[in-house]
């Protein structure tokens, strides 16, 4: 599995790059916070390789606790 990582503040256009990846036929998960990264990779690997490439735009604001 291929994975890619985006990340970036507010208006870096970090979602416009995982739309662009959407429309190439790769799997694509927005805004997802930064605790939840490991379980989503876990989620992923063992969903088998149905997409070449699969991208997390990863949400770079602090938590909120």
Do not use: W, Y
Not at 2 to 16: V, W
């Amino acid at each position: 599995m291929r994975l890619l990582i985006s990340r970036g503040l507010s208006g870096s256009g970090t979602s416009s790059a995982l739309h662009m990846l959407e429309d190439l036929d790769s799997d694509c998960v927005d805004n997802i916070p930064g605790p939840r990264l490991t379980p989503r990779i876990r989620e992923l690997r063992q969903s088998g390789p149905k997409f070449a490439l699969r991208a997390v735009g990863l949400d770079t604001r602090p938590d909120p606790d």
